[in-house]
């Protein structure tokens, strides 16, 4: 089945300690968004990529950022990470953006802890 | 960021119930989308609507687009045990298909 993929599904780092959290995607879509979403809130947008077009959210820390290699992966970088930090880290694709239908569909997942 | 209003916040129904929810914008969307989120996954796509006054159903779902693209609603009826969990509607409109979410409602169902 065509999905979004992402690992690890939990990761445990130390404060300050560069983390690196990882996403595929078998949809073969343009658009790859990543999220972050803190308990009992909506996911919130960090940046999104189309194709190789970086696109970056007006609040989104410097500590974050994120590389795409090819269409099928996208990674999360999190440079120095600290206790405000921990979240969950939602990747979610849409085949284009602009004209409908362009859905996004969110992987499962990765729980980060920070200690 | 922009929030929708979506209420109710939570919900407990007893088995069997009918729910409804639904959401409200001060801004127009092109499309309105209903996810479903159970504790410690991703958000997974329920029902997308469309069309202004589009009418969907998903089983035992079923949404609508507002007419005003304004609003939508959320319907489940005879709701069952693994129906728990966190619905989010969200609006996407403009060029990057952005989401808008609502604030979520906490379903719970009782046996």
């Known amino acids: 089945d065509a999905m979004v993929i992402q690992n690890p599904r939990y990761q445990v780092t130390q404060f300050g300690k560069p983390v690196t959290l990882s996403c595929s995607q078998t949809l073969n879509h343009n658009v790859m968004y990543w999220y972050q979403q803190k308990s009992s809130q909506a996911p919130k947008l960090l940046f999104h990529y189309y194709d190789k077009d970086f696109n970056n959210e007006a609040d989104t820390p410097d500590n974050f950022q994120s590389r795409r290699p090819n269409t099928s992966f996208c990674f999360l970088d999190i440079r120095s990470p600290g206790l405000g930090d921990a979240a969950m880290y939602l990747c979610a694709t849409s085949r284009d953006r602009g004209l409908a239908p362009n859905e996004q569909f969110f992987g499962p997942g990765t729980r980060l802890t920070v200690l | 960021g922009q929030q929708l209003n979506q209420s109710p916040q939570s919900m407990f129904i007893q088995e069997g119930e009918d729910v409804s929810m639904n959401c409200t914008s001060s801004?127009?969307?092109?499309?309105w989308l209903w996810y479903k989120q159970d504790p410690g996954e991703g958000p997974v796509l329920l029902i997308a609507?469309?069309?202004?006054?589009e009418l969907t159903s998903n089983g035992r779902l079923t949404a609508q687009f507002g007419i005003t693209r304004k609003d939508s609603f959320l319907n489940i009826s005879a709701s069952i045990p693994s129906d728990v969990g966190i619905y989010f509607c969200a609006g996407q409109s403009g060029t990057a298909s952005k989401l808008t979410f609502g604030t979520g409602t906490r379903l719970q169902v009782t046996l």
């Open positions: 609507l469309y069309k202004a006054g």
């Open positions: 801004s127009i969307f092109n499309t």
